[in-house]
């Protein structure tokens, strides 16, 4: 292998561009004093540019990816990534930081032509191998990238933006390693080979199919219709609707795009709930430690999917429900409790297991699929992924929408959060009077999943009684969607047979 090998510079690429150590501390560093953006800006204005560009730019990309031949576009990756860091460096205000976030997302959709390009520069013998090991250096770029930056902030104490400094200077590493890369002479889609095409078949009798119709003389005409762009458009429809005709494919896709979708919320919002949990400005925090343990176990729970004597082709779905149930336990908890160790430790094992779960569902999706319909697949279930995020961001976590905070987006309903005087409640009472009957008119027509509307009442009036409640002058506080109705409900219930109860004593 020379220094210019293709699988080496290109693992260089994976390792530099995935050597971040600045990305466990983002959130602190634009909560902190050097960009001074408040907890909604970050979490509800913010953050979310990310998935809208990353999800507007995806299939552009993946075309362009194809169409360009890759190397252009790990140029753009590395690119964005520059101008990514330079922003953070230089950017102030909410603007600025929210152009900052589209570049990010340019970034993270350009990673396609990573994991695509050595397919076009190796033989498929080699397939196997190169997958690994370029697999492997982003998740060891991103393992050191992570311990690294937890090591200079914790133990050497540099500051957050020194390791800012640090992860663009890995980019620029990253940005060169791209220029050295060879141009492929083939791509999957826009670019094939006659060696290419035969492996696009999934059968021995589409081959045969392929070659029969390759043996058919072709006329001008047929030549000069259509451009590249429309056949493999109506190529890829074709493929999608074949693939997607497979029920048991189908269900693993739909789990893929429904885990993806959790998956990308947690790991881009946790850092904001363990900000809430346990402030950096005041507290020791370990989020590199806790970022280079979770992908380590990430990497050996991939590693068992391929090792260990199970036929998931039987017990995959079994696991899959089990450990689906988990994932959700470790979000329920990593909340609930409010303790900064057992979020760490939650953490790390939902990315654990979702490591686990996603190569086996790659395993069960690409065992019979051929090289360009897996990729087919993987586009159109990420992008799946990214649609379902880019909604749940935009109704619950976008300002634009309901704007929640941290913990109402993981809904943990807080208690103690809300200590509210007899004398709110009277004001409440005083300000909903009005609004009662007609609020109370339109729930009863959605009351038929409200069973329980007597308990939690009682559960109120308790509160009432004792001087706290849950309603207050600042509004409502309430943490749960399926709760909503039923605490609405029964409080407006009990406003209005106060209100009675008042106008008949003054009658």
């Known amino acids: 292998?020379?220094?210019?090998?293709?699988?080496?510079?290109?693992?260089?690429?994976?390792?530099?561009?995935?050597?971040?150590?600045?990305?466990?501390?983002?959130?602190?560093f634009l909560l902190g004093p050097?960009?001074?953006?408040?907890?909604?800006?970050?979490?509800?204005?913010?953050?979310?540019?990310?998935?809208?560009?990353?999800?507007?730019?995806?299939?552009?990309?993946?075309?362009?990816?194809?169409?360009?031949?890759?190397?252009?576009?790990?140029?753009?990756?590395?690119?964005?990534?520059?101008?990514?860091?330079?922003?953070?460096?230089?950017?102030?205000?909410?603007?600025?930081?929210?152009?900052?976030?589209?570049?990010?997302?340019?970034?993270?959709?350009?990673?396609?032509?990573?994991?695509?390009?050595?397919?076009?520069?190796?033989?498929?013998?080699?397939?196997?191998?190169?997958?690994?090991?370029?697999?492997?250096?982003?998740?060891?770029?991103?393992?050191a990238g992570s311990l690294m930056g937890q090591l200079l902030f914790s133990v050497a104490q540099v500051p957050l933006l020194h390791l800012a400094f640090i992860t663009l200077a890995s980019a620029a590493v990253a940005f060169i390693t791209a220029w050295f890369l060879p141009m492929p002479k083939r791509s999957l889609f826009f670019h094939t080979s006659p060696s290419t095409a035969a492996l696009s078949s999934s059968s021995p009798s589409d081959q045969m199919k392929e070659s029969k119709e390759a043996m058919i003389p072709r006329t001008p005409a047929a030549r000069e219709g259509g451009s590249r762009l429309l056949r493999v458009l109506t190529m890829l429809f074709e493929d999608f609707v074949q693939c997607y005709k497979c029920r048991p494919l189908l269900a693993w896709s739909v789990w893929w795009a429904l885990?993806?979708?959790?998956?990308?919320q947690i790991i881009n919002y946790t850092q904001a709930l363990w900000e809430d949990i346990h402030p950096s400005g005041k507290l020791t925090i370990y989020n590199g430690y806790v970022e280079t343990l979770a992908t380590l176990l990430g990497v050996v729970a991939a590693l068992l999917v391929g090792y260990l004597p199970v036929s998931w082709s039987t017990w995959g779905e079994l696991a899959?429900?089990?450990?689906?149930?988990?994932?959700?336990?470790?979000?329920?908890?990593?909340?609930?409790?409010?303790?900064?160790?057992?979020?760490?430790?939650?953490?790390?094992?939902?990315?654990?297991?979702?490591?686990?779960?996603?190569?086996?569902?790659?395993?069960?999706?690409?065992?019979?699929?051929?090289?360009?319909?897996?990729?087919?697949?993987?586009?159109?279930?990420?992008?799946?992924?990214?649609?379902?995020?880019?909604?749940?961001?935009?109704?619950?976590?976008?300002?634009?929408?309901?704007?929640?905070?941290?913990?109402?987006?993981?809904?943990?309903?807080?208690?103690?959060?809300?200590?509210?005087?007899?004398?709110?409640?009277?004001?409440?009472?005083?300000?909903?009077?009005?609004?009662?009957?007609?609020?109370?008119?339109?729930?009863?027509?959605?009351?038929?999943?409200?069973?329980h509307r007597l308990a939690v009442r009682r559960g109120i009036q308790a509160d009432l009684q004792e001087g706290g409640a849950i309603f207050g002058s600042a509004g409502v506080e309430l943490f749960s969607r399926w709760d909503l109705l039923h605490v609405a409900w029964s409080y407006l219930d009990l406003l209005t047979t106060q209100q009675e109860q008042k106008l008949s004593s003054t009658e």
Request: hydrophobic share 50%; charged share 15%.
């Open 1 to 28: 292998m020379t220094l210019f090998d293709p699988t080496l510079l290109l693992c260089a690429f994976g390792f530099f561009s995935s050597l971040r150590p600045f990305e466990p501390f983002i959130t602190a």
């Open 34 to 143: 050097d960009k001074n953006l408040t907890e909604t800006q970050v979490v509800n204005e913010i953050f979310p540019v990310w998935t809208y560009s990353y999800l507007a730019l995806l299939f552009p990309v993946f075309l362009a990816t194809d169409f360009l031949r890759y190397k252009p576009l790990l140029v753009l990756q590395a690119g964005s990534l520059l101008v990514t860091y330079v922003l953070l460096w230089k950017a102030r205000g909410l603007l600025a930081t929210q152009l900052l976030e589209f570049t990010f997302g340019l970034a993270t959709a350009s990673e396609v032509a990573y994991y695509s390009y050595i397919y076009s520069v190796v033989e498929p013998a080699r397939y196997k191998r190169v997958t690994g090991l370029c697999r492997g250096a982003t998740l060891l770029g991103s393992a």
């Open 259 to 264: 885990s993806t979708c959790g998956y990308f």
């Open 320 to 451: 899959l429900s089990l450990l689906s149930c988990l994932m959700a336990v470790c979000v329920f908890v990593m909340d609930t409790l409010r303790n900064i160790w057992v979020c760490y430790g939650c953490y790390i094992l939902f990315r654990a297991v979702y490591m686990l779960l996603i190569t086996m569902a790659t395993f069960q999706i690409a065992a019979s699929l051929s090289m360009q319909r897996y990729a087919l697949v993987f586009g159109v279930n990420t992008f799946g992924a990214l649609l379902l995020q880019t909604l749940l961001t935009l109704v619950v976590v976008d300002s634009a929408g309901l704007g929640l905070d941290i913990h109402t987006q993981v809904r943990r309903c807080r208690p103690d959060v809300v200590q509210v005087s007899s004398e709110d409640i009277c004001d409440t009472d005083v300000a909903l009077s009005s609004a009662v009957p007609r609020l109370r008119r339109l729930l009863y027509r959605h009351r038929g999943g409200l069973s």
